[in-house]
Protein backbone atom coordinates (compact mmCIF):
# COMPACT_ATOMS: atom_id res chain seq x y z
CA UNK A 1 0.00 0.00 0.00
CA UNK A 2 0.94 3.37 -0.70
CA UNK A 3 1.58 5.30 2.26
CA UNK A 4 -1.08 7.81 3.18
CA UNK A 5 -3.10 6.37 0.44
CA UNK A 6 -5.73 4.89 2.93
CA UNK A 7 -7.54 7.50 5.60
CA UNK A 8 -10.30 5.02 6.89
CA UNK A 9 -12.26 2.34 5.80
CA UNK A 10 -14.37 2.09 2.78
CA UNK A 11 -17.37 0.95 2.81
CA UNK A 12 -18.12 -2.07 0.46
CA UNK A 13 -21.47 -2.77 0.69
CA UNK A 14 -21.53 -2.04 -3.12
CA UNK A 15 -18.09 -2.14 -4.44
CA UNK A 16 -18.34 -4.31 -7.70
CA UNK A 17 -15.51 -6.77 -7.15
CA UNK A 18 -13.35 -8.68 -10.23
CA UNK A 19 -10.51 -10.65 -10.05
CA UNK A 20 -8.10 -8.10 -9.56
CA UNK A 21 -10.00 -4.36 -8.72
CA UNK A 22 -13.07 -3.39 -6.61
CA UNK A 23 -14.91 -0.36 -7.98
CA UNK A 24 -16.44 1.74 -5.16
CA UNK A 25 -19.06 4.55 -5.58
CA UNK A 26 -17.92 8.14 -5.11
CA UNK A 27 -19.79 9.37 -1.62
CA UNK A 28 -21.90 12.66 -2.80
CA UNK A 29 -20.05 14.27 0.39
CA UNK A 30 -16.97 13.52 -1.63
CA UNK A 31 -18.14 14.37 -4.68
CA UNK A 32 -19.36 17.80 -3.47
CA UNK A 33 -15.75 18.80 -1.33
CA UNK A 34 -14.12 18.14 -4.53
CA UNK A 35 -16.40 21.06 -6.57
CA UNK A 36 -15.11 22.59 -4.03
CA UNK A 37 -11.57 22.15 -4.57
CA UNK A 38 -11.54 21.03 -0.80
CA UNK A 39 -9.31 17.73 -1.82
CA UNK A 40 -8.23 16.84 1.72
CA UNK A 41 -12.05 16.66 3.18
CA UNK A 42 -12.72 15.07 -0.09
CA UNK A 43 -10.96 12.10 1.07
CA UNK A 44 -11.39 12.03 4.34
CA UNK A 45 -15.53 11.87 3.49
CA UNK A 46 -14.41 9.31 0.81
CA UNK A 47 -11.80 7.25 2.93
CA UNK A 48 -8.66 7.43 0.83
CA UNK A 49 -6.48 9.95 -0.91
CA UNK A 50 -7.50 11.69 -4.28
CA UNK A 51 -4.51 11.50 -6.00
CA UNK A 52 -3.25 14.12 -8.66
CA UNK A 53 -3.91 11.55 -11.41
CA UNK A 54 -7.99 11.32 -10.77
CA UNK A 55 -8.11 15.26 -9.61
CA UNK A 56 -6.67 15.56 -13.46
CA UNK A 57 -8.99 13.36 -15.01
CA UNK A 58 -12.01 14.90 -13.88
CA UNK A 59 -13.14 18.76 -14.05
CA UNK A 60 -16.80 20.71 -12.25
CA UNK A 61 -18.55 19.48 -15.44
CA UNK A 62 -18.08 16.30 -14.71
CA UNK A 63 -18.28 16.35 -10.66
CA UNK A 64 -22.10 18.66 -10.79
CA UNK A 65 -23.26 15.92 -13.23
CA UNK A 66 -22.55 13.15 -10.71
CA UNK A 67 -23.97 14.95 -7.91
CA UNK A 68 -26.99 15.93 -9.93
CA UNK A 69 -27.70 12.37 -11.51
CA UNK A 70 -27.54 11.34 -7.38
CA UNK A 71 -29.92 13.61 -6.26
CA UNK A 72 -31.95 13.10 -9.22
CA UNK A 73 -32.31 9.41 -8.58
CA UNK A 74 -31.00 8.74 -4.75
CA UNK A 75 -32.83 5.37 -4.34
CA UNK A 76 -31.15 3.84 -7.21
CA UNK A 77 -27.33 4.37 -5.75
CA UNK A 78 -24.27 2.01 -7.70
CA UNK A 79 -25.11 4.27 -10.72
CA UNK A 80 -22.87 6.58 -11.07
CA UNK A 81 -19.19 7.60 -10.70
CA UNK A 82 -16.50 4.52 -8.53
CA UNK A 83 -13.16 4.70 -7.75
CA UNK A 84 -11.24 2.13 -10.03
CA UNK A 85 -8.84 0.58 -6.58
CA UNK A 86 -6.76 -2.67 -7.44
CA UNK A 87 -6.82 -5.04 -4.83
CA UNK A 88 -3.27 -6.56 -4.01
CA UNK A 89 -1.94 -3.23 -3.19
CA UNK A 90 -5.44 -0.88 -2.86
CA UNK A 91 -3.80 1.67 -5.41
CA UNK A 92 -6.23 4.09 -6.97
CA UNK A 93 -6.10 3.78 -10.84
CA UNK A 94 -8.52 5.28 -12.11
CA UNK A 95 -12.96 5.88 -12.53
CA UNK A 96 -15.28 4.21 -14.15
CA UNK A 97 -19.13 4.29 -13.40
CA UNK A 98 -22.38 4.71 -15.67
CA UNK A 99 -24.33 7.66 -17.12
CA UNK A 100 -26.70 7.62 -14.76
CA UNK A 101 -29.51 5.03 -14.05
CA UNK A 102 -31.25 3.98 -16.68
CA UNK A 103 -34.80 5.28 -15.84
CA UNK A 104 -32.94 8.69 -15.77
CA UNK A 105 -30.52 7.89 -19.29
CA UNK A 106 -32.74 5.74 -21.18
CA UNK A 107 -30.04 3.13 -21.07
CA UNK A 108 -27.22 1.57 -18.40
CA UNK A 109 -24.22 3.12 -20.60
CA UNK A 110 -20.62 3.01 -18.74
CA UNK A 111 -17.12 4.93 -18.90
CA UNK A 112 -14.09 4.67 -17.63
CA UNK A 113 -10.97 6.43 -17.45
CA UNK A 114 -7.63 4.06 -16.71
CA UNK A 115 -4.99 6.43 -15.75
CA UNK A 116 -1.36 6.46 -18.36
CA UNK A 117 0.81 4.53 -15.88
CA UNK A 118 -1.58 1.72 -15.73
CA UNK A 119 -2.78 1.10 -18.92
CA UNK A 120 -2.04 -2.19 -21.37
CA UNK A 121 -2.76 -3.78 -18.50
CA UNK A 122 -5.94 -5.29 -18.82
CA UNK A 123 -7.53 -3.07 -16.37
CA UNK A 124 -9.61 -1.45 -18.51
CA UNK A 125 -11.34 -4.43 -19.51
CA UNK A 126 -12.16 -6.04 -16.25
CA UNK A 127 -13.64 -2.56 -15.02
CA UNK A 128 -15.50 -2.59 -17.87
CA UNK A 129 -16.86 -6.34 -17.98
CA UNK A 130 -17.12 -5.82 -13.66
CA UNK A 131 -19.58 -2.78 -15.02
CA UNK A 132 -21.71 -4.77 -17.23
CA UNK A 133 -21.94 -7.73 -14.84
CA UNK A 134 -23.32 -5.37 -12.10
CA UNK A 135 -25.68 -3.69 -14.45
CA UNK A 136 -27.03 -7.30 -15.87
CA UNK A 137 -27.55 -8.09 -11.65
CA UNK A 138 -30.22 -4.76 -12.22
CA UNK A 139 -32.25 -5.41 -14.73
CA UNK A 140 -29.91 -3.82 -17.72
CA UNK A 141 -29.91 -7.14 -20.27
CA UNK A 142 -28.37 -4.73 -22.54
CA UNK A 143 -25.48 -2.45 -22.00
CA UNK A 144 -24.12 0.63 -24.03
CA UNK A 145 -20.77 2.12 -24.29
CA UNK A 146 -19.84 5.29 -26.67
CA UNK A 147 -16.55 6.49 -27.89
CA UNK A 148 -15.14 9.40 -29.35
CA UNK A 149 -14.74 7.95 -32.93
CA UNK A 150 -11.22 9.43 -32.21
CA UNK A 151 -10.34 7.13 -29.27
CA UNK A 152 -8.82 3.78 -31.27
CA UNK A 153 -7.72 2.39 -27.71
CA UNK A 154 -11.62 2.31 -26.30
CA UNK A 155 -12.68 1.25 -29.43
CA UNK A 156 -10.36 -1.50 -29.90
CA UNK A 157 -11.12 -2.34 -26.00
CA UNK A 158 -15.40 -2.08 -26.40
CA UNK A 159 -15.58 -4.40 -29.81
CA UNK A 160 -12.76 -7.01 -28.01
CA UNK A 161 -15.46 -7.09 -25.23
CA UNK A 162 -18.12 -8.37 -27.19
CA UNK A 163 -20.05 -4.73 -27.78
CA UNK A 164 -21.01 -4.12 -31.11
CA UNK A 165 -21.02 -0.82 -32.91
CA UNK A 166 -24.68 0.26 -33.50
CA UNK A 167 -24.75 3.78 -34.71
CA UNK A 168 -23.29 7.52 -33.90
CA UNK A 169 -24.22 10.47 -32.13
CA UNK A 170 -22.83 13.56 -31.36
CA UNK A 171 -21.89 14.66 -27.60
CA UNK A 172 -22.17 18.37 -26.62
CA UNK A 173 -18.83 17.57 -24.58
CA UNK A 174 -16.97 15.14 -26.60
CA UNK A 175 -18.07 15.97 -29.97
CA UNK A 176 -18.58 12.54 -32.33
CA UNK A 177 -19.24 9.52 -30.76
CA UNK A 178 -19.64 5.84 -31.71
CA UNK A 179 -22.57 3.54 -29.60
CA UNK A 180 -21.59 0.20 -28.91
CA UNK A 181 -23.93 -1.59 -27.34
CA UNK A 182 -23.71 -5.82 -25.82
CA UNK A 183 -26.98 -7.49 -25.30
CA UNK A 184 -27.66 -10.54 -23.66
Same mark, same amino acid.
Given at each position: +? #???????? +?????? #???????????? /????? +????????????????????????????????????????????????????????????????????? /??????????????????????????????????????? /????????????????????????????????????????? +???
Amino acid at each position: +M #IAGDTLGA +MAPSDA #IVTPRLRLVSLV /PAALE +MLLDDNIYGASKAQGFVFSDEFLGSINHAFLEKQLTGIRRAPLTPGWFVRAIRRQDDDVLIGHCGFHGA /PKDVGRAEIGYTVFARFRRQGYGAEAALGLVEWARTQGS /PVVFATVSSTDAASIGLVTKLGFRRTGQQHDGDDGEEIVFE +MGP
